[in-house]
């Protein structure tokens, strides 16, 4: 593949291999690129999952079988973490029962992430504990404090839980702009594992003073709503992709939104939501081949100024 001066390969950011596992999931050319949690080294694949709304159904087979297959092509793709949430609804139970449902050697790939969303320590201890029966895991790899809801007491059982070996990881996470100043004092000051911020192209405050911290105290950025919750794809619709998406190796838009993000030093992974199999295979693919370099990311930024 051809490169030029504005874009970079992945393999600067270590490769791993990735699973080659099964027919349509998502295998490229190239592997999925990963990158480390700063506090143990652990590699994580830059592609996750998120399940806001798209996991929120009922026991209806017709419903579960599409979730299924996102899940199935997204491990089988390279994917790792999957973002939920006890605010979300049926999205734990959903993603509970069918990760029960996929082949072993795709079900231990998933590196589990969910989040404490309620005020009192014993309230937040139920309410992980039922996010643990829920997700049908003896333990999840990252609880996250959501929204930064009772984030004092929360860290606290956080800290013990992960001496147990219940939880490996801690963080917190917060969707509104307004919420990025509490989002870095508690990322300068608690030595917390991860924080998961809001962060896209259209999106920007992040920049300033959060994903610097972040980067500054060896903390993971888990991305959020990389898509606006769908809004990017419908401000580029009738769009022809601009002439430096090839350079990016991107055929889609998806991953022209998700190369801005991971472009950033300071992101770990990306969490884009989907229930549609066809649209977890675009999004798999942004995870793989060159991203922007800085110059770059500006011009995508003027560019796709929505
Ligand atoms: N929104 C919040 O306030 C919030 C807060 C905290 C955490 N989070 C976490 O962050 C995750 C991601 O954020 P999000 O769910 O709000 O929004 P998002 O990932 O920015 O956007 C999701 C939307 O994009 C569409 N989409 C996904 N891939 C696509 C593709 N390749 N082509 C076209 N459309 C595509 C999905 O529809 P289809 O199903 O049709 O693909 C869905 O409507 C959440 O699921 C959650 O885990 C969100």
């Known amino acids: 593949m051809t490169m030029t001066r504005r874009t970079f390969l992945a393999a600067g950011l270590g490769l791993?291999?990735?699973?080659?596992?099964?027919?349509?999931?998502?295998?490229?050319?190239?592997?999925?690129?990963?990158?480390?949690?700063?506090?143990?080294g652990e590699r994580l694949p830059v592609i996750g999952l998120g399940t806001w709304r798209t996991f929120d159904v009922g026991p209806d087979e017709a419903e579960r079988a599409p979730r299924r297959e996102v899940l199935r092509r997204f491990l089988a793709g390279g994917g790792r973490a999957i973002d939920s949430s006890p605010m979300y609804g049926a999205a734990e139970e959903v993603v509970g029962d069918l990760l029960a449902g996929l082949p072993p050697d795709l079900r231990s790939r998933a590196f589990l992430a969910t989040k404490v969303w309620t005020s009192g320590r014993a309230a937040g201890e139920a309410q992980m504990a039922e996010s643990l029966r829920k997700l049908r895991a003896?333990?999840?790899?990252?609880?996250?404090?959501?929204?930064?809801?009772?984030?004092?007491?929360?860290?606290?059982?956080?800290?013990?839980?992960?001496?147990?070996?219940?939880?490996?990881?801690?963080?917190?996470?917060?969707?509104?702009?307004?919420?990025?100043?509490?989002?870095?004092?508690?990322?300068?000051?608690?030595?917390?594992?991860?924080?998961?911020?809001?962060?896209?192209?259209?999106?920007?405050?992040?920049?300033?003073?959060l994903l610097p911290a972040a980067a500054e105290t060896g903390?993971?950025?888990?991305?959020?709503?990389?898509?606006?919750?769908?809004?990017?794809?419908?401000?580029?619709?009738?769009?022809?992709?601009?002439?430096?998406?090839?350079?990016?190796?991107?055929?889609?838009?998806?991953?022209?939104?998700?190369?801005?993000i991971l472009g950033h030093p300071a992101v770990t992974a990306v969490i884009p939501a989907t229930a549609?199999?066809?649209?977890?295979?675009?999004?798999?693919?942004?995870?793989?081949?060159?991203?922007?370099?800085?110059a770059l990311r500006r011009r995508m930024a003027r560019e796709l100024r929505f």
């Open 16 to 40: 791993a291999a990735a699973g080659r596992a099964g027919g349509a999931g998502g295998e490229g050319p190239l592997p999925m690129a990963t990158r480390p949690i700063p506090r143990s």
């Open 138 to 209: 003896p333990r999840v790899d990252l609880m996250q404090v959501h929204n930064l809801l009772d984030w004092r007491e929360h860290l606290a059982t956080l800290r013990a839980w992960k001496a147990q070996g219940r939880i490996r990881y801690a963080g917190v996470t917060h969707y509104a702009a307004g919420a990025l100043d509490e989002l870095e004092a508690v990322v300068r000051r608690e030595g917390i594992d991860f924080v998961q911020l809001p962060y896209s192209a259209a999106r920007r405050e992040a920049e300033a003073r």
């Open 276 to 294: 549609n199999p066809e649209h977890v295979l675009e999004n798999l693919r942004a995870g793989r081949g060159p991203l922007p370099d800085a």
């Open 219 to 260: 903390t993971a950025v888990l991305v959020m709503r990389p898509f606006e919750e769908g809004d990017l794809f419908r401000a580029v619709r009738g769009r022809p992709l601009p002439a430096w998406a090839g350079e990016l190796g991107a055929s889609t838009w998806s991953e022209v939104f998700l190369k801005f």
